[in-house]
């Protein structure tokens, strides 16, 4: 059937059992109306494909209620003109549903990652893994990028209220993940994970005393020699279903590996980082200088001081066969992966639960900055790469001072005499314990 198209016509068309009727618009080329049997009336558009000798294809406008006649009219001339232009409507719509069903969270976060091997480290490469696979593919995982909203990313977020670093992290990876499906063409307009609201953060700031590392270095020299009890999170009996792991949760006194006790002196007295520590080369350090060099931190290439005392604990270090690493692990080849066993449980035998292995790194930070040292030579010591990373410490510069003025007001008083100050006692100059 053909005719103007008008909401008299559409209301008029009777619907056929057996197929669709269409009446096609005699104002608007390809344009016109379809009745379903069930009566459900929507608007079409027909026409041939641009570049397709003799392919016709049909496109659904929408539903007539939602759409009024001249609407779908208005939108057919625009649809008309897009296909003049040699577009294809109808291959860009399947294309959008089919980018729907295969181009979801779960499908694209993989490649996102994959994208970021040459660009970040690896360990942040594999905390993004973390934070994906434990907290944003089990909540988002199912929806195509292109229908997650702010709301989603807020709700995600707002569920992790008890972990409230851990929920801003995941907004800040959800930020990132979106503005590189973006610049890849996969999607368009604001990023959902943009305006999320995030929680506060009180920056930990857990400094040793000089009493504390005494503690800590007398709980070393046990490990090392009597041996000293696993802490109390890894005592617990085997499974009986991993035997090649028997003992490894023993209630026993352990002697630890000197290979590890060695690695955290040394992160007590350089301050690294424990990856930084774990993957020292022995070529990396010049001894003649007092120096080593970091290829891979996370600030980047990396020249480092070390202390004389440092440089003696590696020195000390028997050189493996085979092995390029200061710290070797049990796989040849490899460095040692990790510390933190031993770490828990020399914490625990130093009394200092709550204490983690990076507040051994503020605590270098502190001991430099109450002797005075400027936080530039703070931030060289560490391996800042941005002196934002330092600032937190002035305020223990800040302390000095205080102590230096004291001392000073204290001579002056003295020379003047007892009347012309004040009764109190200046603060006494505090002097922190050597390192063990």
Known sequence: MRGKITQKKVIAVKPNAAKDELLWDTEAKGFGLRVKPSGARSFVLSYYAPGLYQTRRRLTIGAYGPLTVDEARKKALELLARIADGEDPALVASDERRATREETVKAMFPAFLQDGVDIRRESTLSYYESLG??????????????????KDVTELHRSLRDKKVTANRVVQLLRGFFYWLERR????????????????????????????????????RL???????????HRKPPSANRPKNEGMFSTAPQIANPAAVAALRLLMFTGWREKEALTL?????????????????????SIRPISAP??????????????????????????????????YAVRAAAKLEGVRLHDLRHSVAAIAAGQGHSLILI?????HKDQRSTARY?????????????????????????SAGSATEPAPIRRLRALP
């Open 133 to 150: 696979r434990l907290y944003i593919l089990p909540t988002l995982g199912h929806l195509p990028v292109k229908r997650v909203a702010q």
């Open 185 to 220: 063409g996969y999607v368009t307009g604001e990023n959902p994970a943009k305006h999320t609201e995030r929680f506060a953060e009180k920056a930990r700031e857990r400094f040793l005393t000089g009493e504390e590392i005494s503690r800590l270095g007398e709980a070393l």
């Open 223 to 233: 490990a090392e020699t009597q041996g000293i009890e696993p802490a109390p999170q």
């Open 281 to 301: 080369r022995w070529d990396a350090v010049d001894f003649a200088r007092g120096m080593a060099t970091l290829e891979d931190t996370k600030s980047g290439r």
């Open 310 to 343: 440092a440089l003696a604990l590696i020195a000390a270090q028997p050189k493996l066969q085979g092995s390029a690493y200061v710290f070797p692990g049990r796989v040849e080849g490899k460095p040692l992966q990790e510390i933190q066993r031993l770490w």
């Open 379 to 383: 931030g060289k010591l560490l391996g």
């Open 394 to 418: 002035a305020h223990l510069s800040d302390d000095v001072r205080k102590v230096m003025a004291d001392s000073v007001g204290a001579h002056i008083q003295e020379a003047l005499g007892a």
